[in-house]
């Protein structure tokens, strides 16, 4: 081993296996959801984003899927807006008006 090396010297090179670590994107979320993760990772101790990704990841390797029941809001007024593509795929779906 080298008592010195010379780093100018040196190719940089970037580390192959960083993309598959993490990936950088772009999401909106509710205030309220962004204050209650910041307030928490306050008192945990760690970055409000590493908290989410921690939650989320739990969710993954739990397998957990959100109990919600979206039922789109139709009325007189605004079904004459929706396509009918949409309306047949709606009826096939069981959500008619």
């Known amino acids: 081993m080298r008592k010195?090396?010379?780093?100018?010297?040196?190719k940089g090179r970037k580390n192959p296996y960083a993309k598959h670590v993490k990936k950088q994107v772009t999401i909106r979320m509710g205030?309220?959801?962004?204050d209650y993760f910041k307030g928490l990772a306050e008192e945990i101790g760690v970055?409000?984003?590493n908290?989410?990704?921690?939650y989320l990841r739990d969710c993954v390797?739990?397998?957990?899927?959100?109990s919600l029941k979206w039922t789109p809001f139709i009325n007189s007024e605004?079904?004459?807006r929706i396509p009918e593509s949409v309306?047949?795929?709606m009826k096939d779906a069981g959500i008619s008006k």
């Open 87 to 89: 309306k047949r795929n």
């Open 31 to 34: 205030v309220d959801i962004i």
């Open 51 to 54: 908290l989410i990704n921690l």
């Open 61 to 66: 390797q739990s397998k957990r899927k959100p």
């Open 47 to 49: 970055p409000y984003q």
């Open 4 to 10: 010195e090396y010379d780093f100018e010297k040196m």
């Open 78 to 80: 605004n079904v004459s």
